[in-house]
């Protein structure tokens, strides 16, 4: 596997953390944990294929992935390559005018979202691209040239912020305590920019903080403990359902990205 990383131009910074390419040589499957950000893909050659509670299919041509709770398989056959955009928190709400709620869980084609006729063009120009350097500067012009004059939710972003720095252990009414709105408006638009709920939003960060900060030298239990679980099952339970794997069982295998 070979995964170079860009980082976007100064205009597209605040809503985009990196742009990626994956490319495999002789094939290989990755198990890709959930992530707080949305992730936009173009396939650039060969086939890959998703797997997600035991359901398999091909990946389009381009397609935007919404938050969810579960992992999945990602298999790249021989030559397979594409192309990641990785949306910081909230940022890809300024291309979509859908609640991006309605993506969890699930990929959505682009062609169904954005206009044919200039998605078509870029996947055409991505194809004739001669290196990946031209690849990234063609998907900047295109975020560029769609991105909506929406400015950035400043409440959103604060909670996201808070969430962070607590990483992730935080109750929502602590969290409430920190702003000028009541919950229910205020859930409403964190959906709708983040993708999820700020309940379900503060575990992933959780998880991911666990999983970032786990050292052997630790046992599991206190893991569990420092990231705020003191119920043993429930902390397996979450983990499982996050990993797809004990927390037993995920430690004992290669890193995920």
């Known amino acids: 596997m070979k995964v170079e990383k860009y980082i976007p131009t100064p205009a597209l910074r605040s809503y985009i953390k990196a742009f990626m390419i994956v490319a495999s040589d002789g094939g290989m499957e990755n198990r890709i944990l959930p992530s707080t950000s949305m992730v936009?893909?173009?396939?650039?050659?060969?086939?890959?294929?998703?797997?997600?509670?035991?359901?398999?299919?091909?990946?389009?041509?381009?397609?935007?992935?919404?938050?969810r709770k579960t992992p999945r398989l990602v298999r790249y056959e021989k030559g397979a390559a594409t192309l990641l955009v990785i949306f910081e928190e909230g940022g890809?709400?300024?291309?979509?005018?859908?609640?991006?709620?309605?993506?969890?869980?699930?990929?959505?084609?682009?062609?169904?979202?954005?206009?044919?006729?200039?998605?078509r063009a870029l996947e055409e120009q991505l194809m004739e691209a001669t290196n990946n350097r031209q690849r990234i500067a063609?998907?900047?012009?295109?975020?560029?040239?769609?991105?909506r004059q929406a400015p950035h939710d400043p409440l959103v972003l604060h909670?996201?912020?808070?969430?962070?720095?607590?990483?992730?252990?935080?109750?929502?009414?602590?969290?409430?305590?920190?702003?000028?709105?009541?919950?229910?408006?205020?859930?409403?638009?964190?959906r709708k920019i983040v993708g999820t709920s700020p309940k379900h939003f503060s575990s992933l960060?959780?998880?991911?903080?666990?999983?970032?900060?786990?050292?052997?030298?630790?046992?599991?239990?206190?893991?569990?403990?420092?990231?705020?679980?003191f119920d043993q099952a429930h902390f397996i339970k979450d983990f499982k359902t996050f990993t797809g794997l004990t927390p037993h069982d995920f430690f004992k295998i290669p890193p995920h990205w």
């Open 159 to 190: 909670a996201v912020q808070t969430i962070q720095q607590a990483k992730g252990d935080i109750r929502i009414a602590t969290l409430m305590d920190t702003l000028p709105i009541s919950r229910d408006p205020f859930e409403k638009r964190f």
């Open 40 to 67: 936009m893909a173009f396939r650039l050659a060969g086939d890959i294929a998703i797997t997600e509670q035991d359901n398999t299919a091909p990946l389009p041509t381009s397609i935007i992935t919404g938050l």
């Open 138 to 147: 063609l998907v900047e012009q295109f975020l560029l040239s769609t991105k």
């Open 205 to 229: 960060v959780r998880l991911r903080a666990l999983i970032d900060n786990y050292s052997t030298h630790k046992s599991l239990t206190y893991a569990g403990h420092a990231a705020g679980y």
């Open 92 to 119: 890809a709400s300024a291309w979509f005018r859908e609640s991006l709620h309605e993506w969890f869980g699930s990929s959505v084609g682009l062609e169904d979202i954005v206009r044919r006729d200039r998605l």
